[in-house]
């Protein structure tokens, strides 16, 4: 016996698969995609702003971190252009100001931890801030400049 047109239209109308239709699709179906057919994610390069940036070279140097692992550290806030991180002993917080490709950061209050290692690190990443005049902003890092040229180099993690 063969199924009416008026039973396949109710059926289709009520989800139920016509004779034609491929069955639905499995939750896990996207797993079965070929590789060729998914699009790879786009890394879009990091913001100024927003952005944990962690310090990678200092001086035309990698930055040495302390023995603990923990690199210095800035992040600048849209809120009230608070500049704030990590200077390699203490936490440190000040203000900043771009225009352009210009930019200055500082002054810096840090904290007064007395650390036996790391404050040699903190007195020259926290002069190279103050020191910034410009920047680079790229996929690979932010780039400190001063009159001297390229005074520290920065990667989002």
Do not use: I
């Not at 289709?12 to 057919?37: F, I, M, Q």
């Not at 490709?101 to 790391?118: E, I, V």
């Amino acid at each position: 016996m063969k199924p009416s047109v008026a039973w396949l239209l109710f059926l289709s109308a009520c989800g139920g698969p016509a004779k034609d239709e491929a069955p639905p699709l499995k939750a896990d179906a996207a797993a079965e995609t070929p590789a060729s057919v998914e699009s790879s994610p786009v890394n879009p390069a990091p913001m100024l702003t927003g952005t944990t940036w962690r310090l990678v070279e200092l001086g035309g140097k990698p930055a040495p971190w302390e023995p603990d692992g923990k690199a210095p550290t800035l992040e600048l806030s849209t809120d009230g252009n608070r500049a704030s991180g990590f200077a390699g002993c203490n936490r440190m917080s000040g203000t900043w100001e771009a225009r352009g490709d210009s930019l200055r950061l500082g002054p810096f209050a840090l904290t007064r931890m007395a650390c036996f290692k790391g404050m040699d690190l903190e007195q020259a990443y926290v002069d190279a801030l103050q020191k910034t005049r410009t920047f680079r902003l790229s996929a690979r890092g932010l780039e400190l400049l001063g009159e001297s040229g390229r005074l520290a180099r920065l990667e989002a993690p």
